[in-house]
């Protein structure tokens, strides 16, 4: 399941500035394959953030920060596809500071939804034969 719908844009994003920046050949039409480009450069975005504490891509139903997260930084990438860049593009500001956020959520500095804890680093257990008994000894 994705992170973010294209109609998650609605009212974020006026249908026709969406529609040109989906459009690079000028029919009027959204071409195929881009909308699913800005997608996934969204979801790595996220996810890159919170793999090592989190598995990743998430599973349903998806934190309402992450939701939050795609239509940011969506809404940010077709600004840049219309050539927006900088101050020009009104999602920046918006985009760095939830970049920041889910940074501090991969960390483990922030939770992921209230009441959670990162997963953690990945247990390791070694064991060797005991010189007390016949059984194993277990080390964490």
Partial sequence: MSYILKSDLDGKIP?????QALDDNGDGMADEGVWDKIVLDVESAINSRLEGNYAIPLAEPIPAIISEAAKILASEAVYLRRGLTGDQNPWLKQADAMRKRLEEIGSGDKPLKPGTDPQG????????????????????
């Fill in 15 to 19: 249908a026709q500035l969406l529609l």
């Fill in 121 to 140: 680093q990945a247990g390791v257990v070694i064991t060797e034969t005991s010189r007390l008994n016949t059984g194993n000894l277990m080390m964490i």
